[in-house]
């Protein structure tokens, strides 16, 4: 069979799920104002890291009464010190769907040792059964399993009249999904994913309900001081206004500025969506047709716009034994990043043999629609040269 090499070729070839593209236009020109050199506690450094929450808060339309930080340690520093601070208070439900939701699993049984705690754990491609949650408890969640490409469908299985707190790991949906954020007492987020900022920091946002944990309850562990949201009680305000717990890369803090303007510029919040929803319909579209691949998650309200993953249906393929599966997956990724058309779309390497496209809104649309004939070309390639 003939299998005709596409010639059209992506304008950023960089469709990894994280760090993921930086947005259309960047160079490293946009760091150039960088206060190098200086001290964050300086007024024009703290000016800059406050901006970063300000603007961030508005983008989103954060409930004003929502407070937000900036984190060492980027989304796993952002989460495990809210996991570390708030948690033992009462007992925890986890949800677990892939590895990062299976890592907060781990945090809360192994690390912190929770004695009264359901765990609910579903198999890659699916959500355990929202239904089930004890919302008494503290719930953990994440918003969108990155390395499945299964999300939650919305918030509404979350009650407004909970007892507990809603923690949500949202690193690879915000700026990507409609989130309801009134039903999330703590959210989490990174700058390198949907925004394209560069790693090593993340945001933390609090409702009421969390910084009221935090003024009347002190958990029974220790907590690291680049964890510490609060000292006797007394919630460090500081932190929420740009005063780092410690010492931020301004190099960093300017790119992910430099990101938050260029959302505000295309549109806002609702723009950056729309580009996520649309790289989505690009792949569904192309998968209806494909007589090769499909969707890991199965259920259409639950699939990922930001990493849009994929399994291998083909009878031939299947007939492989998974390792060998992966060898082959390997072959395709790795011509495809040959020819300059796509890096890194491997699976996650834990999840089963699949392909991983970042549908984020800083890759183009016409970037994923030329993307998709090359991944049906390495598909042939691979399978006439096995
Ligand atoms: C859902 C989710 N949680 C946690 C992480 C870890 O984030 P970070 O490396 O930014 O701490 C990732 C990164 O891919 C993720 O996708």
Avoid at 86 to 96: E, N, P, Q, S, Y
Avoid at 106 to 115: G, S
Avoid at 348 to 354: C, G, L, N, Q, V
């Amino acid at each position: 069979m003939s299998n005709n090499k596409p010639s059209k070729k992506p304008l950023n070839p960089n469709f990894s799920s994280g760090p993921c593209a930086k947005r259309p236009g960047w160079n490293i020109s946009v760091l150039k104002k960088t206060p190098i050199g200086r001290s964050h506690r300086s007024k024009e450094c703290k000016e800059k890291l406050n901006e970063v929450i300000v603007k961030s808060k508005k983008i989103l339309n954060l409930p004003n009464s929502y407070v937000l930080a900036i984190m060492p340690g980027s989304n796993t520093g952002a989460l495990e010190s809210a996991l570390w601070s708030l948690l033992g208070f009462k007992g925890v439900d986890v949800l677990a769907w892939e590895n990062f939701g299976k890592d907060w699993a781990i945090d809360v049984l192994d690390q912190l040792k929770i004695k009264d705690v359901n765990s609910y754990v579903a198999e890659y491609g699916d959500l355990p059964d929202l239904k089930k949650i004890n919302f008494k408890n503290d719930v953990i969640f994440t918003w969108n399993g990155t390395t499945s490409g299964v999300r939650v469908p919305n918030a509404e299985w979350i009650p407004n009249d909970r007892e507990g707190l809603t923690i949500c790991d949202a690193t690879s949906a915000i700026f990507a999904m409609d989130i309801d954020f009134e039903k999330l007492d703590v959210i989490t987020w990174s700058w390198q994913k949907v925004l394209g900022g560069e790693a090593a920091h993340g945001m933390l946002a609090l409702s009421p309900r969390a910084i009221k944990r935090l003024e009347t309850y002190t958990p029974e562990w220790p907590i690291p001081k680049l964890f510490r949201l609060s000292n006797k009680k007394k919630v460090l305000k500081g932190v929420f206004e740009g005063s780092t717990i410690n010492t931020p890369s301004m190099i960093c803090v300017e790119d992910v500025l430099d990101s938050l303007k260029w959302v505000e510029s295309i549109g806002g919040a609702n723009e950056i969506i729309k580009k996520s929803n649309k790289n989505l319909q690009i792949v569904s579209d192309w998968v209806n047709k494909s007589n090769w691949a499909e969707f890991m998650c199965n259920e259409s309200t639950t699939r990922s716009s930001t990493s849009i993953t994929l399994k291998i249906k083909d009878v031939w393929f299947n007939k492989f034994p998974e390792e060998e599966q992966k060898n082959l997956i390997k072959k395709m990724v790795s011509s495809l990043n040959k020819e300059g058309v796509a890096n890194d779309i491997n699976g996650y390497p834990k999840a089963p043999p699949s392909l991983r496209l970042w549908g984020g809104g800083t890759v183009q649309n016409t970037d994923m629609e030329i993307l998709l004939p090359w991944i049906d070309w390495a598909y042939e390639d691979m399978k006439q040269n096995v």
